[in-house]
Nanobody, 126 residues
Framework: QVQLVESGGGLVQAGGSLRLSCTAS????????MTWFRQAPGKEREFVSTISQSGGKIYYNDSVKGRFTISRDNAKNTVYLQMNSLKPEDTAIYYC???????????????????WGQGTQVTVSS
C-alpha cells in the first residue's frame, strides 16, 4: 500500500516562504520520479515541479521557476518543495504524486500518476 503524506502548508504573506514535505511509503522511493502539483479554487490541477530518481533531472512550471526549489532525500523517502517569494496566485492545495512507471513518462500529465497525497493548503495573503 503506497502512501504519500504532505506537510508544511500554511498561511503566509506575499513575499514569504514555505517548505513543503512529502514522505512516501510502500514502494522503493528512490526508483521513482516525484512530482508536485497544485490546484487553486475553480481551476484545474497543474504541474509545479518534478525531480528524477537521483535528483539529476529537475523541471519546473515557468510560473514558479526561480522561486521554487524541489529536492529529495532518498534516505528519508521524502521530497521537498522550498517556496520563496510567494505570491497570492500561488494559493492552492499542493499535492505530491508518484508516477505509475519507473521509466520515462509525460511528467506534466495527471494520468501518468498512480499515487497522490492528501494535499496541503498553501494560502498567500496580499
Amino acid at each position: 500500500q503506497v502512501q504519500l503524506v504532505e506537510s508544511g502548508g500554511g498561511l503566509v504573506q506575499a513575499g514569504g516562504s514555505l517548505r513543503l514535505s512529502c514522505t512516501a511509503s510502500g514502494r522503493t522511493f528512490s526508483s521513482y520520479y516525484m512530482t508536485w502539483f497544485r490546484q487553486a479554487p475553480g481551476k484545474e490541477r497543474e504541474f509545479v515541479s518534478t525531480i528524477s530518481q537521483s535528483g539529476g533531472k529537475i523541471y519546473y512550471n515557468d510560473s514558479v521557476k526561480g522561486r521554487f526549489t524541489i529536492s529529495r532525500d532518498n534516505a528519508k523517502n521524502t521530497v521537498y518543495l522550498q517556496m520563496n517569494s510567494l505570491k497570492p496566485e500561488d494559493t492552492a492545495i499542493y499535492y505530491c504524486a508518484q508516477p505509475r512507471r519507473m521509466d520515462s513518462f509525460y511528467y506534466r500529465q495527471i494520468n501518468e500518476y498512480a499515487y497522490w497525497g492528501q494535499g496541503t493548503q498553501v494560502t498567500v495573503s496580499s
